[in-house]
């Protein structure tokens, strides 16, 4: 899209306001360049605005429903960057003067030669355009100094009031016993002194008791009949099942764990593995693996 189409192609029925700047040579702006350059310009406009890339530039919106808008296109031969601003509550002679501010922010931002002026025609130097508006735009930015208070006529010169030396000061202020300086949480203290951090204290004592603490005969004979208790049915037909399905997959690897199920009792752990290692040399065999191997 050239850039007058650009700036036509957006029929709104507010009130708008355009100005075209022609670039140097052919160059084409990025959409992510031209929202940084929108969003610049725009603050220091004084207008906060949230920028958003669009498919041929970037796009500002504000609250109070002033729309800003970059299109960057290439007509006759040259880049043009049009600059459009669109507002429903804003006058166009607003708008205009607006725009103004906003064009001549951008000028030291992009390689604009010329300024053509809201569908005038007329082309304006880049040179031209900022020395006319350079006075009016650099009063408008209120420059913030500090300030010092200074003392009126009445008050009369202040004088510097008199510090206490340090010898006065240690007469005034009470000493530090050693007794009353508060301890350090992790310091190594006597247990008579005061302890700021008695409940991290009570906690660790306790955990240190409970873990510490030694289990009765009774609690002991409980924890070995439930180690060497009977199996229960469910287990039992849970590991005779994995071992079953890893004798369908490979019976070398199944007959020492069906053999240890008979002599030794069902161990669903071992019944696991077999299917796993079983499972593992399938995959080779399909996959072609297993010829590779040394052995």
């Known amino acids: 899209m050239t850039g007058h189409a650009a700036a036509l192609a957006h029929v709104d029925p507010a009130a708008h306001a355009s100005a075209i700047l022609s670039l140097d040579g052919h160059r084409l702006l990025k959409s992510d360049h031209l929202c940084r350059l929108l969003h610049a310009a725009l603050a220091d406009c004084g207008i906060k605005a949230d920028v958003t890339p669009t498919l041929?530039?970037?796009r500002a919106t504000t609250n109070d429903g002033l729309t800003a808008r970059l299109e960057i296109g290439v007509l006759r031969g040259?880049?043009?960057l049009t600059a459009v601003l669109e507002s429903e509550d804003v006058e166009a002679d607003a708008l205009r003067a607006r725009l103004v501010g906003l064009i001549w922010h951008l000028l030291p931002r992009v390689p604009a030669t010329e300024v053509l002026w809201d569908g005038s025609g007329v082309a304006i130097p880049r040179a031209a355009f900022i020395a006319a508006l350079s006075d009016e735009m650099t009063a408008t930015r209120a420059t913030?100094?500090?300030r010092r208070t200074v003392p009126s006529a009445e008050e009369g010169p202040r004088t510097a009031r008199p510090r206490a030396s340090s010898r006065r000061r240690a007469g005034i202020l009470p000493p530090a016993a050693a007794t009353r300086r508060r301890p350090a949480a992790n310091s190594d203290v006597p247990a008579h002194r005061h302890r700021f951090d008695a409940h991290v204290h009570a906690?660790?004592?306790e955990l240190r008791r409970v873990m510490t603490l030694r289990l009765t005969d009774e609690e002991l004979e409980a924890e070995r009949i439930a180690q060497n208790g009977p199996i229960p049915?469910?287990?039992r037909l849970a590991t005779w099942a994995v071992s079953l399905s890893v004798a369908t997959v490979s019976l070398p690897i199944a007959a020492?764990?069906?053999i240890l199920n008979v002599v030794r009792g069902e161990d669903f752990r071992l019944a696991s593995l077999a299917m796993g290692l079983a499972g593992f040399f399938t995959m080779l065999?399909?996959?072609?693996?297993m010829a590779a191997l040394p052995f």
């Open 56 to 58: 041929n530039g970037a």
């Open 78 to 80: 040259r880049s043009e």
């Open 144 to 146: 913030i100094s500090p």
């Open 203 to 205: 906690y660790d004592a």
């Open 233 to 235: 049915m469910e287990a």
């Open 256 to 258: 020492p764990v069906l």
């Open 285 to 289: 065999d399909v996959s072609g693996a």
